[in-house]
């Protein structure tokens, strides 16, 4: 939901396959229960019939919000106390955790 949102809430089935490295079928399923659950709606590219285009839905901005503020609250509480350069420090560090990896 995230990428769909950042990408101004509409992007086609292939974009969301590239950006989750996955198959197809697995993008299918994804997009599916996405719209069973209210968060997507899906309709074909009228200038492309080859393309589905998924749009994220007001109930999926409410809740990318409501994460949103819960990610940011629960940083705020674990890097209480620390300096913005501690906070800078502690993203780096993990950043190059994160780039090992994936190696």
């Known amino acids: 939901m995230?990428?769909?949102?950042?990408?101004g809430g509409k992007v086609t089935q292939k974009e969301i396959e590239h950006h989750l490295a996955v198959s197809h079928p697995?993008?299918?399923g994804i997009v599916?229960?996405?719209q069973k659950t209210?968060?997507?709606d899906c309709f074909v590219d009228k200038y492309?019939?080859?393309?589905?285009?998924?749009?994220?839905?007001?109930?999926?901005y409410e809740?990318?919000?409501?994460?949103?503020?819960?990610i940011k609250e629960?940083?705020?509480?674990?890097?209480?106390g620390f300096s913005a350069d501690d906070i800078s420090n502690l993203r780096n560090l993990?950043?190059?955790i994160y780039e090992n990896l994936k190696k």
């Open 2 to 7: 995230e990428f769909i949102c950042k990408k």
């Open 26 to 28: 697995t993008t299918v």
């Open 32 to 34: 599916s229960r996405l």
């Open 38 to 40: 209210g968060l997507v």
């Open 48 to 60: 492309d019939r080859r393309n589905k285009i998924v749009c994220a839905t007001d109930k999926a």
């Open 63 to 70: 809740i990318e919000n409501l994460l949103f503020r819960h």
């Open 74 to 80: 629960t940083e705020n509480k674990l890097t209480d």
């Open 94 to 96: 993990l950043y190059r």
